[in-house]
């Protein structure tokens, strides 16, 4: 079955990173667009970035633009999310997402699989 795993969650002081990973395994990872989205306390699920399956072009929400870098390892079936700069408003548990190729529009409104989560605490 498909698993996606998180890790790399915590507490940090604002202005500070956090690396988080995401590690999958049961499906074919280079035909995946893979996303991270993240859920504040009492908000809705938003999305925060994906990258594409083989090019490895980036999408961002315009409130992590500039601060936040997603990246991919086909080899190692793994996704990151660079999170530098980190403001109080970033604290969210952030779920890592796989959405099977092809893909139309970006960010995709649907995806096919998600992990369970990690959260991340920024303290002002």
């Known amino acids: 079955q498909v698993q996606l795993v998180e890790s790399g969650g915590g507490l940090v002081q604002a202005g500070g990173s956090l690396r988080l990973s995401c590690a999958a395994s049961g499906l074919t990872f280079s035909r995946y667009v893979m996303g991270w989205l993240r859920q504040a306390s009492g908000k809705e699920r938003e999305f925060v970035a994906a990258?594409?399956?083989?090019?490895?072009?980036?999408y961002y929400a315009e409130s992590v633009k500039g601060r936040f870098t997603i990246s991919r390892e086909n080899v190692q079936n793994t996704v990151y999310l660079q999170m530098n700069s980190l403001k109080p408003e970033d604290t969210a548990v952030y779920y890592c997402?796989?959405?099977?190729?092809?893909?139309?529009?970006?960010?995709?409104?649907?995806?096919?699989?998600w992990g369970q989560g990690t959260q991340v605490t920024v303290s002002s």
């Open positions: 997402a796989a959405k099977e190729v092809p893909v139309g529009t970006y960010p995709p409104p649907e995806w096919n699989y």
């Open positions: 990258i594409t399956a083989i090019l490895g072009r980036t």
